[in-house]
């Protein structure tokens, strides 16, 4: 391969029949690769051959192909090793295996307890008007504190955040209440759980006990398991870092910094086993160096989710365009680039890594239509669009230095 057909693949997530973007709108965002899952079968169960097939030929019958699978989630079973834990390991197996017999060759998962990714306002009016999704601290800790009353939440919380978050309760009224709710417990696009508040405090006394260091053990554990068969059907994993990259309800998350992705890589030495490099996740924390966490994991990346968060107080954060917020997207962009020129030195066959812009704002004739929260369209364009000329412009420098 000569330096001119080295690109990263540019996908687009897309959830299926059901999404209101179609697979020929995709191809006019002139992406050329496919992000989904099989989201109709219930978590744990394997999937079959059959399923995996139908979901494929529609993809290809449009001319675009099934590059990512994001994801095939992870059943609570394992992640606490309890209950039917090793039953859902061998199911995870077997859908890694068809998937490999199927021409299918990377899969997204998260090891995120009872929460996928979370957000507290998904319409959050920016300086534009647009609208993104926003995690503001405070808002949390009321939900936290007064709405689910979890025990002993007052322990993790400064006086400071508890005033403020008091004061943030006091002010809102039934709709704004019930709405914090549901944007924290009803489940985001592909998280696939939703919890009333009473299932989510039953999930929750279920991880009682379980520390950051066993969660990390039962991760571990987990990819020991599946990695053989990862390895033998040529399916590379992609672990998808904590979205946000802190502990939520007292849930422990271990895959929120340099050192937990690392220590995630070094548990199994297999190009097999490798990241999800989401920029906006690790982003919305500062001791994160992102260009750095490149030069130095870059060889495990295995998939790139491009986007940008604006770091507000404490922990608070909100979307950002895809080139503005609080990181350096072309520090970024660079390092992938050197990333795939090492890959070609060393004679491997995956630079070409894809890459999916992620989320988006809502914006223009997208305010008026009905889509999955941070999954509009012409926001998602517009950030393909951009991360594109990036793209090619740090790449036509570099190959002409
Ligand atoms: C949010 C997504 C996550 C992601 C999963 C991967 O937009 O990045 O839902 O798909 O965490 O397992």
Redesign the pocket.
Known sequence: MDNSMIKLEETWRWYGDNDSITLQDIIQAGATGIVTALHHLPTGEAWSVNEITKRKQQIENSGLRWSVV??IPVHEDIKRQTGNYKTYIENYKTSIKNLGSCGINTV???F?PVL??SRTDLDYIVKDQSTALRFDEIAYAAFDLFILQRQNAESEYSDEIIQKAESYYKNLDDQKTDDLEKTILAG????EEGYTLDEFKEILGSYNGISARSLQNHLFHFISEILPAAEESGVRMAI?PD?PPFPLFGLPRVVSTEQGAKELIESYDSEFNGL?F?TGSYGARSDNDLPGMVQRLGHRINFI?LRSVERENGRSFHEANHLEGSMDMAAVMRALINEQFRRKKEGRTDTNIPMRP??GHRMLDDMKKESAP?YSCIGRLRGLAELRGLELGIRHTLENQ
């Open positions: 994001e994801s997204c998962y998260n995120m996928d990714w985001l696009p592909g998280s998808h979205d999800t989401c989710h992620d989320h941070g």
